[in-house]
Every structure is written in C-alpha cells, then in structure tokens.
C-alpha cells in the first residue's frame, strides 16, 4: 500500500500516536492507559498564563492537515507542509497578517515535507520522494531522503539538491534541522547505531562533506524524532513516547553540555495534551515556540451530541483532529533557569 493511501486512512483515526518508520508516516490509534506515570515537567518554559493558540488560523491554518512551521531569519516568512500528498507551502507576513499561501517554487510535483530554513536564511531543507538522481521523468524513490534548495542572487531558489551520502542512501530520513555551524541533525528508523523505533542523528560539517551520523545519547528504546536545534546548538525540543508523557507523543527539552545532552525533561501540560504534539519550532527571536497537534477542542466525548449540520462544521472547522500548528510563548527567564538546573552554562555567560 502506498504511503499517500496509508496516510488518507490513518489520518481519519482520533486519539493517535504520530510516528514514522520504513518510508512511510504512520498516525495510529492509541488507547490512554489509567494509571499513566507523570512526566518531569520543565518548571515555567511557556509564559504565565499562556496557553497554545491556533497558528494563523484561517489562512496557515485551515480545514487541512498541516505540520512543520520554519521562519527566515526576519520572521517574515513561513514555511510549512499541507496535505495528505504531502506538498510544502509558503506564506508571507505583512504587518501582523499572514498571506494566502502558496506552493513553494520547488515542491509541487513529488511527497515533500519537513522543510527547515538555515540560520542564515540562505537554505531549504526538506524531505522528498523525488528520485535520487534528480531526474523529473523517473520514478518517486522508494525512501524519503533530505534534499535543500539555495536561494540565488535576486532571491529566486535554486534546484533542489540532495546532501547525499552518508546521511541519504540508508534508509528514509526524515526532519532536517541545521545549526548555524553546518551540523545537521535529523531522526531515522533503524539506522546503525540507534535504539529504538526512531533515534535522532546528527552529522558535522567537514568543509566539503558530512561526517558520519552520530546518534544523540539521549536516544531510547522508546521513539525520539523530530528535533528543532537551536542555531548555537545549545538546546534542543524533540518529541519522544518515553514513558511518563502526557499523550500519544510529547516534546521534551535537552540542553548542550559539552559533548553530550542533558537528560530531556517533558515541557509540560502548558504544552502537551492528551493526544499527539510534535514538529516543534522556535521563531527566530527565540522568544515563541511553534509544534504541531492532533488535539480535539473535547476530550473524548463531546460535550453535547451533534446533529449532521453541527457534524459538517465540525469536520470542516480549523480543530478538526487534523494535524494543526499552534504557538505559545516562551519564559526565556526560565528557559536560562533550566539550563543551570541541567547545569549547563548559559550561553554568553
């Protein structure tokens, strides 16, 4: 069965636990266990009081599936996925208003996702099925591998061009996210050297190739994926099903420390629902945090039965159970505060 008919089915489910593997994107019923270990909470990472928002609803934000928000450096564009033949998208902000958005110059034709602009803004990355060899006339590749575009004098993207070997070539990879340095992480399943159903790798820039991925020693038997790092590489929001979490699939936080990671601590209720929160982002100022959730207005059961007018406008309204991008704000204060209860040096410091 091909991934887009996969995905047309199990997206239908609700209550679902999100995780990729053997090429494909799986969304999979879950079941709440009672009894269900509490996750250690990061103390205060979103703002008091702040609770998750719709991102731009009505324009980014809409009936559709739609994941994976990354940012230019000056916040005035958007890039994100939509749909179940996943394509990327992108919207411009003018004043406080964001644009009808728009197929990107370089998706469009083959399964593109994930997409992640580079600190400098002078990149694309993302993920694709378009055939290794570039050829437009070939077949859809069998994996999903990284592939970025470059932006060019006068601002228009190049081709798409794919990283290569060692990190394409071994299996589908899935979420790029680059620091300022060149690093380049990034989750797989089964891959040499991981230890559960999905790890998080990361590859160094060597000055003309990438070094052998790495895994990050945070990794479980569990699923660890989907990891935004921040431009210095001093922290890092992923999401994993250890156990302890909230729902179906939760964001942790870990911070650099030296060679390693601090041990990832669950952001929190503020944040996390019952169902499945994933994708994470941070605008460029560092100062909002943007993920991606299945959660429904209603846990569960509805408050009241609807009728078929009621069950329309349900399904076509902006928090149907499709995968829907939120924001909230983050407590910087707190964010430092954690990092010296991780004890890692703030940055700068």
Known sequence: MKAARINALTRMFAGRKYMRCAGLSLLLVVIPRSGRAQATAAPGVTSSGATPVLFAAGTVSTMFPEWNTSFTPDGRKVFFSRGLFWTIMVSTRVGTVWSAPEVAPFSGKWMDTDPFVSPDGRRVYFVSNRPMDGDSASHPSPTFNIWYVERAKGGNWSQPINVGSPINGHGSVWFPAVTRDGTLYFHAHGRDGGKGSSDIFYARWAGDHYADPVPVDFNTAASEQE??????????????????????????????????????????????????????????D???????????????????????????KELTGYENGNLKMYSIALDTTAMHRLRDMAGVSTPGS
């Open 227 to 284: 990891a935004y790092v921040s431009p210095d590489e001093s922290y890092m929001i992923f999401v994993s099903d250890r156990k302890g979490g909230f729902g179906g699939g939760d964001l942790y936080i870990s911070f650099r420390r030296g060679q390693h990671w601090s041990e990832p601590v669950n952001l929190g209720q503020a944040v996390n629902s019952s169902a499945t929160d994933m994708a994470p982002s941070v605008s460029p």
């Open 286 to 312: 560092g100062t909002t945090l943007y993920f991606t959730s299945v959660r429904l207005p209603f846990r569960g059961v509805r408050p009241h039965r609807v009728d078929a007018t009621a069950f329309t």
